[in-house]
């Protein structure tokens, strides 16, 4: 089970507030896990310690250096050396399979890039994986890595207060999570749904199946075909065949 995450990275800034809060800074906080960053340009040599330099072969903007950036990543990954995984448009995306197995090791060590990315030979030399988190660019690695800690923590026994909440999340079973609603129970003349209020949790565990069923169906049917059936779906969507979608608004008196 993860003990320890080494982020490498430019910016350790970036992550002293990230580290404090929410169900992140509460796992750290209570020695659930340990987050550590490594600066490259505490390797860097020379005048100008410089960690980055222009690209061979010319074009914009500029490359992480080879050596300051292997020599934090040697740091960060210990001996005997720990999976290396950098965060780069070019990895496998990020999902809750992948993230449910990084949560199942010792100790990640996650390697953020900047500018317009690493010189590749450390990347063959010392990344043994790479980690996406959509097909879009960012201006430095950290806010995937942010991204990937922030859902790997959240797997870890004791984090999300009752362990069955970890199971239960989105994508978890496969399927988008069920609508949830809270006090008042008119907002805005905007009713929840009866069947929640009723106190009977089969009922509502029932109709929540169904709405995962029907919402996953509309929204995201690349996930409704490939998710496995439950032997109640059948009976639920014949109970709740149609999706709850917002009633019409309560006449104007009833209004909070
Ligand atoms: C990214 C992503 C990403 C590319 C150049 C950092 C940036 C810069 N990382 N998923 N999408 N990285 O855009 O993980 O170095």
């Known amino acids: 089970m993860l003990k320890s ?15 404090t809060l ?12 340990e987050l550590r960053c490594f600066d490259p340009r505490e390797h860097a040599s020379g005048v100008h310690r410089s960690v980055d330099d222009r690209p061979y072969g ?11 950036l292997a020599l934090a990543i040697e740091a960060a990954r210990g001996d005997p050396p720990a999976v ?23 100790q990640l060590v996650l390697v953020c890039g900047r500018y317009e990315g690493i010189d590749q030979r450390v990347i063959d ?3 043994d994986e790479e980690w996406s988190i959509g097909d879009y660019v960012l201006s430095g690695g950290e806010p995937a890595a942010a991204v990937l800690i922030d859902a790997v923590v959240r797997q870890l026994p004791g984090v999300l207060g009752h362990d069955q909440s970890a199971g239960e999340d989105s994508f978890a ?3 988008l999570d069920h609508p949830h609603y809270t006090r008042p129970d008119c907002w805005r003349r905007r009713a929840v ?4 209020l009723s106190g009977d949790h089969d009922r509502i565990a029932r109709w929540r199946r169904a ?12 996930l409704h075909s490939a998710a496995p059936a439950e032997p109640m779906d059948q009976a639920v969507l014949e109970e709740f065949p149609e999706e709850f979608l917002p009633p019409a608004l309560y006449p104007e008196d009833k209004s909070e």
């Open 5 to 19: 995450i080494h982020v490498v990275t430019l910016f350790p800034d970036w992550f002293e507030h990230f580290k």
């Open 22 to 33: 929410g169900l992140t800074g509460r796992a750290i906080s209570e020695g659930k896990v």
């Open 58 to 68: 010319g074009g914009p903007g500029m490359v992480m250096r080879p050596e300051p």
């Open 84 to 106: 290396v995984s950098a965060l780069t448009p070019q990895g496998r995306r990020i999902d809750q399979q992948s993230i449910a197995r990084l949560a199942a090791r010792e």
């Open 125 to 127: 030399a010392l990344v």
């Open 173 to 175: 079973a496969g399927l």
């Open 193 to 196: 749904p009866e069947v929640l």
């Open 211 to 222: 709405q995962a069923l029907h919402r996953t169906r509309r929204l995201r049917p690349d």
